[in-house]
Every structure is written in structure tokens, then in C-alpha cells.
């Protein structure tokens, strides 16, 4: 043996320990497979009827004349029928002049899968003979499309009109998947932001790192950020009414690079009850020093359908102190209006604290709205060292 063959069979086991060692890092490939030198992305599949929901059916369909006679006016059909519907999938629906002995009249067609349930395929010919009869024929093909993925989803209505949405997604096949893509298409009403991203300095990796493969039966927690659009934002009385979000779009690959795809229906939330007068933070500090005042902002806004006469009262509570005239006039506030009210406040105790006591009373109608734990801000005492 000469070095040039030792050189190029020492090349080919490393070769061949390179793919053997990619073959068992693959989720995709058979276990054991590395043995065979053959992975589960090489098999073809194993039956007709391995079909899912979002995916596209294709189909080569082949009439061939068996005889030895010429046939003319040959018309094929291909119809698929579901549970709900009969669908055409014939490319042309002319018939052929004439079909000689031994030749094909080749077709084939291409449908989305968008129905769980049995479906069958149905094949019909007609065709002339030449002693000018009529002949017909057909032939069936049944199978199941099933479910591909499971999909719960959670709402958490947040006090800044933000809405979170958790999605999660359950691969309930046998095979993994490629998660391609996972997106909410927002309502009109909405901007959404993905939370499923990680930046480090200048780049973003996913939450589920590099492969984005989802085993048989694994889940996996997608999570949204709503905010409503600014042209949207200050009408209280829409987007209290809002229930419907958006819907997800969810595409993926199977072992042969089929390609799949669902879209939810629209998803809607319960729509969060703030009664007829709203009052919510648009500022307030994280951390304030203790027994030193500090300032938050207070946005209020009518929600019902009438024009209020406001009264605002502050009650202490016996850690938190408001700095300030209490009962004091508002003023009118019209349907669907706001306004922002700057407060202040001091804390006595350490901790944690919750922010309460104010009160709104509405002139009109003789009627107090009480808001307690509105918020919490943590009090420091400024004087003691980190170290003690």
C-alpha cells in the first residue's frame, strides 16, 4: 500500500465518523440509523394515508391504454371529496382527441389540506372506443388528514392597556418538525412585539436556541406583547370593548421538507370590565427614599356614556401619606375623555408599600368610586449603608 491510498482511506473514515456523528446528533434520523448509513431523511414515507392539516396534498395521476386499439374524446377528472365539500383539482377539464396503445395521459394536482377528517379521491374516466362506444370508469383513494399540532392560548390584560398572550404549541405527531416561522398577526387596533428573542450586544437568538426542531409530543411557550395604536389609545370606549386580537401563523417542515401551514381563527380575550371611571398610572417611581416625597401621575377616564363632575379625596393609609388639598374639584369629564392628575406622596415604613386611598366622587350622581393597591413602590432608607 502506497501513502497516497493510506492517505485517502484514512480521509474516508474520518468521513465516515463525521457522518455517522451527525446522523446521531440529528433529532430527525431513526435511532440506529448511523449503522445503516441511511437517516430517516433519506426513507420515503411509509403509507398513503400520513397526511396532515395545513399541508399540501399532491398527487401524480397516469391513465395509460392498456390495448391495442386508439381511444378518443378521453376525459379525466380528479375531485376530492371531504366531509363538507366536493372539490375539483383537474388541471384542464377538455378531454384528449385520442390516447394510442401504450402511451399515458399524465396529470397532477396539488390541494391544501384545510379539513380534518376522511377524504377521498376520486378518479374518473370516459373515454370513446373505436367502435364508438361510451365506457366509464372510476377509481377511489381514501385517507385521513390529521391533526398536526395542539394550540391553548392565555390572555393577561395588563393596567397600561397592553395585552400578553401566551401560545402554546404541542407537536401531537410522530415526527419532529422544523418550526419555521410563529407569528401573531395582530388586529387592526393593535402593534404586537415578539417575546420569544434573547439580544446579546448586537444579536438576537431565539429563546429555543439554534434548532428550532419540536419533538414528538414536546410543547413550547410562545409569548406576545399587544399595544394598542396611538390613533387607539386615547378612546377609552374602544378598546375597552376590544375582544378579538389577531390570529397565529404557524409554519413548518416536515422529514422530506414538506411544508405546512395553519392559521388560527381570530383569538379574542375577555374584555377587561374597568366600571365607569378608569383610573390608572402613568408614571410612579421604582424606588423612593423614606420620608421624602416623591410624585406619581394619575390618569383618569370616563368610560360610561355620560359626562361626569368630579371630586377627588386622598385618605391616608398608615404607611403611606399624600401630600396635598384633599377634595378638591376636577371639573367635568366628558365620554371617553382622560385626564392626568400629578400627586404627591411620602412612606413612613420600609418595604414594600402599596399605594392607596383615593377617592373619586362623581357630583352628578351622589357616587364614590374607591381605588385601594392601585400600585407598589419600594421605600429605602437612604441613611443605611449597603453593608450594615
Not at 419533538?215 to 375582544?243: H, N, S, W
Not at 422530506?256 to 381570530?266: A, F, I, K, N, V
Request: net charge negative; with cysteine.
Amino acid at each position: 500500500m502506497d501513502v497516497n491510498q493510506a492517505k485517502q482511506e484514512h480521509l474516508l473514515a474520518l468521513k465516515g465518523d463525521l457522518f455517522s456523528r451527525l446522523m446521531r446528533e440529528d433529532p430527525s434520523t431513526i435511532k440506529g440509523a448511523e449503522t445503516l448509513m441511511l437517516g430517516e431523511m433519506l426513507t420515503l414515507p411509509q403509507n398513503f394515508g400520513n397526511i396532515f392539516l395545513g399541508e399540501t396534498f399532491s398527487s401524480y395521476i397516469s391513465v395509460h391504454n392498456d390495448s391495442n386499439q386508439v381511444v378518443k374524446d378521453i376525459l379525466v377528472k380528479a375531485d376530492l371529496q371531504t366531509s363538507s365539500q366536493r372539490l375539483n383539482l383537474s388541471a384542464s377539464n377538455s378531454a384528449v382527441s385520442e390516447l394510442k396503445p401504450e402511451c399515458c395521459i399524465d396529470d397532477v394536482i396539488h390541494h391544501e389540506v384545510k379539513e380534518i377528517g376522511t377524504h377521498i379521491l376520486v378518479c374518473a374516466v370516459s373515454y370513446t372506443t373505436q367502435s364508438g362506444d361510451k365506457l366509464y370508469f372510476r377509481k377511489f383513494f381514501k385517507f385521513q388528514v390529521l391533526k398536526p399540532l395542539d394550540v391553548k392560548t392565555k390572555f393577561y390584560n395588563a393596567e397600561t392597556d397592553e395585552v400578553f398572550l401566551e401560545a402554546q404549541i404541542q407537536n401531537i405527531t410522530t415526527s419532529p418538525m422544523f418550526m419555521e416561522k410563529v407569528s401573531l398577526e395582530p388586529s387592526m387596533m393593535y402593534n404586537v412585539s415578539e417575546l420569544n428573542t434573547v439580544t446579546s450586544g448586537k444579536e438576537s437568538e431565539s429563546t429555543f436556541g439554534k434548532m428550532s426542531y419540536l419533538q414528538p409530543m414536546d410543547t413550547r411557550q410562545y409569548l406576545y406583547c399587544l399595544k394598542p395604536k396611538p390613533e387607539f389609545a386615547e378612546k377609552a370606549g374602544v378598546i375597552k370593548g376590544v375582544t378579538v386580537i389577531g390570529k397565529l401563523d404557524i409554519v413548518w417542515k416536515t422529514n422530506l421538507g414538506e411544508r405546512g401551514r395553519l392559521q388560527t381563527s381570530q383569538l379574542q380575550r375577555m374584555a377587561p370590565g374597568y366600571g365607569d371611571v378608569r383610573l390608572s398610572l402613568e408614571y410612579i417611581p421604582d424606588t423612593v427614599n423614606l420620608e421624602e416625597p416623591f410624585d406619581i401621575t394619575c390618569k383618569i377616564t370616563n368610560c360610561s356614556e355620560r359626562t361626569m363632575d368630579l371630586l377627588l379625596e386622598m385618605c391616608n393609609t398608615r404607611s403611606v401619606h399624600w401630600c396635598g388639598v384633599s377634595g378638591r374639584q376636577l371639573g367635568k369629564l366628558c365620554p371617553s375623555a382622560s385626564l392626568s392628575i400629578p400627586l404627591k406622596l411620602l412612606s413612613s415604613v420600609q418595604g414594600l408599600q402599596s399605594i392607596s386611598g383615593l377617592r373619586l366622587t362623581d357630583t352628578f350622581l351622589k357616587r364614590t368610586y374607591e381605588y385601594d393597591d392601585i400600585a407598589q413602590v419600594c421605600v429605602v432608607c437612604p441613611y443605611l449603608s449597603p453593608e450594615s
